[in-house]
């Protein structure tokens, strides 16, 4: 038991402690930035004037651009061009370190280089806004900016279609590199250094983006937030219930021991070494227990996690975590074990040998509330019995309800997750987005290559742009969508219900309301992350999307605000696969589930992890109780087996009980369950909204896992019952 | 008065190793129905064993044990369980009542494995504890609890009652009310009685005294005017 409860807490905690310490390490050692400037014209002029404010401390520019590499399906590549390359620093794991004298090189995403089978020494060819660049891979490494990398629509990291890749200023074609983004590290909190900027600046720039916006650092942080509040909030419930569960076994040890500790004193023990005799007895198991869990938990369970979110995050190494409430929780365990089995100890030795040499004289039943209705009377003895048995051992019973509500409650968070995974792919690849091919356009696409497009696949044009919204001094990142008359996307409200925006409408999405705590009526401030022109709006009313939040509005509402209507897809219920110019990529709507799906296979190992755990938890806590509640009850049931009762009978006896507690422990679980589900989804990050539902077969596995818990424990029991001996049993004076 | 239970060659052999002991030697002796059976014996005497293999917690070796004309020593654990169900009444030193029911649902348990109507409230009166019904073992004193567990045994309607040391943790006022209590359900409603102690004071009141003593039997005695429990010199 100790070792479980110490094993799963240091355990899960090792791992997202490490996923901190992982993220702060190679920040640091990268020197991530603390800020990012987009703007289009990035002089010197503009750069001595950030760098003169009080709170920068360093600032270096360089140039972010899309591009297409020549090879097989056209993959997206993040180019970087750098002028420095301190901030943000490339993570060389392969070949030459970074060299910023190297105008013939490039240093390539590895996980990209990986999935695509590119050597140090390939040449690769890269193309953006009409320029071809041709360089020699020169290293291999990690980006401290793309831990995390989607593109515009798959909603998981496919290394094979992404990547980023690294270069000096001096390899771009032309000798005037024209930088557009301006990092930065500042001191203080971004809110008062965007202030300076928006203030000595007058807002020469187009956005600022603080480290808690950018995708990639934003993605991680939400990731470590979700595993901190499973593996803070689960083990801690697991170690709850382990160490209550320990203290009352080393309670009930040492009471069944009361007649051997009188034999000791009445023979002259001194009350010192019979005390030193009993504690150490439980203090050394638990020790043990408590160390071995203590080491095997890093050891093996953050293994297992780093190995799935290796395959969503780009990092080069993971850390396992340390920290100090993992040495709290196993001296606790050990100290508090020890200290009541001294209490425990203390109150029979403190006896006179001759009081403590007998049995302590068991708890008295008495008539209750409950025995006054009529209806008792009509309830069979094996009721009677255990509403009896339960009552006269009240913290048992407790204890065992406990045990089962926190499996149910691990259970159904845990299951749960999966539902809601498979909600969110339904309400927004099926009653949202109901296209079968999404085309997504160059930036540089014009009006007639769109509407020729248009016309081919029988399409509709969509407008997504990310925006900056505001509402006081809470400023998020969302995406606004603009709707022309779309059919294949329909705005639904929170049941799943499609929605009409009609043209005088700004819908806000239910999240993004949450999290600027805005209502219907109040108003907004945003800006499409391309322009700095701000806008004020009124939020008419409300929309509900599981993955995307933001404003969604009609042309026509876009058009009487002054902005431009920039085409950004176009969406077909055709399956397109031929390529047209100033199309950047196409996705299927099947490509679009399978990444879906590949993306909830990732968090499958930490779900049946949590639910084996739990069925373990629930699993010891029952047999250990029932196990001690049955010496007490040998005696009884050997009487009863005397008398001609049938070892059926006594199972079936043993077995209501537990099937009581976990009828309660399960009824009162699965509630529990569910809020904890909405408080993990309410972690999931900004960009992510849903209501804790549970599904009907995650209550029957649920069911069943705890029941067959339940039953299988009766089962260890039944074997004791045959072999139960009644001539020996009744010898015992109790 | 016909014969209702029988040993024949009864051996009962206890093995620890190598070395192998014999609790029950060749024992034979049969009880009438309504007799009131007193098996005396010391320490060791095999006393124990033979209210083991009679009330069905134990096998023989080898012989015979035929209750009501069935063989016991044949029964599987099933038909034992029954047996103890239906034929025995089980009445223990230490009383062994269910700490938690009351004293009434204590008789009407029984119920649950007797094909017996039976009132709880009528079969205590019987014992004179029908104002104790509903109160709990731990309530009542020990004269009042071997009451009750020989109301509950009783209640069966058993071939037999089983006495082992019926009186042991009483005193003797108490233990005098008991064993006369027992005594009249002899009498009076001709059950079988069969009380095993080692106090034989009480062989004067027997309708039949069995001796035992290493394991054998070592006279059988009948009464013909057994004494009355109250008149014994105690």
């Known amino acids: 038991m100790a070792f479980l409860g110490v094993y799963v807490f240091v355990g899960f905690g090792a791992e997202s402690f490490g996923f901190e310490q992982t993220a702060d390490t190679y920040y640091d050692e990268t020197n991530l930035a603390d800020g990012w400037i987009y703007t289009t014209n990035l002089d010197d002029d503009f750069v001595d004037k950030v760098n003169g404010l009080s709170l920068t401390k360093d600032s270096e520019k360089k140039l972010i651009v899309d591009s297409i590499a020549d090879l097989e399906n056209d993959p997206d590549i993040t180019l970087h061009f750098l002028q420095d390359d301190d901030i943000s620093k490339f993570y060389p794991v392969k070949g030459e370190d970074f060299n910023l004298s190297d105008g013939d090189g490039v240093w390539l995403d590895i996980r990209f280089a990986e999935a695509r089978d590119l050597k140090i020494g390939d040449n690769i060819t890269f193309e953006f806004n009409g320029i071809e660049v041709e360089k020699e891979i020169k290293g291999l490494g990690y980006s401290p900016e793309h831990l995390y990398q989607t593109s515009d629509s798959s909603m998981i990291p496919d290394y094979n279609k992404m990547g980023f890749a690294y270069m000096s200023h001096k390899a771009f074609p032309m000798s005037d590199v024209p930088y557009n983004v301006l990092l930065v590290k500042y001191t203080g909190n971004s809110s008062s250094y965007e202030k300076q900027l928006d203030n000595d600046l007058d807002r020469d720039y187009s956005s600022f983006m603080p480290r808690a916006q950018h995708p990639s650092f934003a993605e991680f942080q939400d990731e470590t937030e979700q595993h901190k509040m499973m593996t803070d909030f689960i083990p801690l419930i697991f170690i709850i219930i382990a160490m209550l569960t320990l203290l009352t076994t080393m309670t009930r040890i040492i009471n069944n021991q009361r007649t051997q500790i009188g034999v000791l004193k009445a023979l002259g023990f001194k009350n010192r070494s019979i005390m030193i005799h009993y504690i150490s007895y439980g203090f050394w198991m638990v020790l043990a227990g408590s160390i071995l869990g203590f080491i095997l938990g890093p050891l093996t369970l953050p293994p297992i996690m780093f190995e799935e979110m290796q395959q969503l995050y780009s990092i080069p190494y993971w850390l396992t975590g340390f920290d100090n409430s993992f040495i709290v929780v196993t001296v606790a365990m050990v100290a508090l074990s020890a200290l009541v089995s001294y209490f425990a100890c203390r109150k029979i030795v403190g006896e006179s040998p001759s009081s403590a040499i007998k049995p302590k004289v068991p708890k008295v039943s008495t008539s209750g509330f409950v025995e006054r209705f009529g209806f008792w009377k009509k309830l069979s003895f094996n009721a009677r019995w255990n509403y009896r048995d339960a009552k006269r051992n009240k913290f048992r019973a407790l204890m065992s309800i406990a045990g089962v509500l926190a499996c149910t409650l691990i259970l159904v968070a845990s299951f749960g997750c999966m539902d809601g995974f498979d909600e969110m792919k339904e309400w927004s690849y099926t009653d949202i987005n109901h296209y079968s091919s999404k085309l997504v356009l160059e930036d540089n696409a014009t009006d007639s290559q769109i509407d020729h497009i248009v016309e081919e696949v029988d399409g509709e044009k969509l407008m997504e742009s990310a925006i900056e919204i505001k509402s006081g001094d809470v400023k998020k990142s969302g995406v606004v969508t603009v709707l022309d008359d779309n059919e294949l996307y329909t705005p639904t409200d929170d049941d799943k219900n499609p929605i009409e925006i009609s043209d005088d409408e700004i819908s806000l999405s239910k999240k993004m309301a949450e999290l600027l705590d805005v209502k219907v009526g109040d108003t907004v401030k945003w800006h499409i992350l391309d322009s700095d022109k701000w806008i004020e709006t009124k939020v008419t009313n409300l929309h509900s999307d599981p993955t995307s939040q933001g404003i969604v509005i009609t042309k026509e509402k876009l058009d009487d605000l002054g902005l431009n209507y920039t085409v950004t897809s176009v969406i077909s219920d055709k399956d397109v696969d031929d390529n047209f110019t100033g199309v950047k990529t196409i996705f299927s709507m099947d490509s679009l589930t399978d990444s879906w799906d590949e993306m909830m296979e990732s968090s499958m190992s930490v779900i049946y992890l949590l639910a084996a755990f739990a069925a373990i938890l629930s699993l010891i806590v029952l047999y250990n109780l029932g196990l001690l509640s049955f010496t007490e009850i040998k005696r009884e049931f050997a009487t009863l087996k005397v008398l001609g009762f049938k070892s059926k009978y006594l199972r079936k006896l043993l077995l209501t009980q537990n099937l009581w507690f976990t009828t309660i422990g399960f009824i009162i679980g699965v509630p529990l369950g569910r809020e904890a589900l909405q408080y993990l989804w309410g972690t999931m990050g900004d960009s992510f909204y849903l209501k804790a539902t549970l599904s009907f077969k995650t209550l029957i596995i649920t069911f069943v896992i705890v029941y067959v818990v339940s039953i299988f424990v009766n089962l260890m029991f039944s074997g004791k019952l045959k072999k139960l001996d009644m001539v020996e049993s009744l010898k015992d004076n109790e | ?234």
Request: hydrophobic share 40%; proline share 3%; net charge negative.
């Open chain 2, 1 to 234: 008065m016909s014969t209702i239970i029988e040993f024949k060659n009864v051996n009962k052999e206890y093995k620890s190793g190598d070395h192998i002991l014999k609790a029950m030697d060749d024992v034979n002796f049969t009880i009438d129905e309504g007799e009131f059976v007193v098996i005396l014996g010391p320490s060791g005497a095999g006393k124990s064993t033979l209210l083991n293999l009679l009330g069905g917690l134990d096998s023989v070796t080898s012989g015979q044990i035929i209750v009501n004309g069935n063989h016991v020593e044949s029964f599987n654990d099933n038909q034992l369980t029954e047996y103890r169900a239906s034929n025995v009444g089980f009445i223990f030193q230490f009383y062994n009542l269910i700490p938690n029911l009351t004293a009434i649902e204590n008789i009407e348990l029984m119920k649950d494995i007797v094909d017996v109507n039976i009132d709880g409230l009528s079969v205590l009166d019987s014992v004179g504890l029908k104002s104790h019904a509903n109160q709990f073992p731990a309530q009542l004193s020990g004269g009042e609890q071997q009451r009750v567990s020989i109301a509950r045994a009783v209640a069966k309607q058993p071939t037999m009652l089983l006495c082992d040391e019926p009186t042991g943790a009483l005193d003797s006022k108490t233990g005098v009310l008991i064993l006369n209590l027992l005594q009249s359900m002899s009498n009076d409603r001709n059950t079988t009685v069969i009380i095993v102690t080692h106090n034989a004071i009480l062989a004067e009141a027997a309708d039949k005294v069995i001796r035992v003593k290493n394991g054998q039997v070592e006279s059988i005695v009948i009464n013909e005017n057994p004494k009355k429990v109250e008149d014994l010199d105690w």
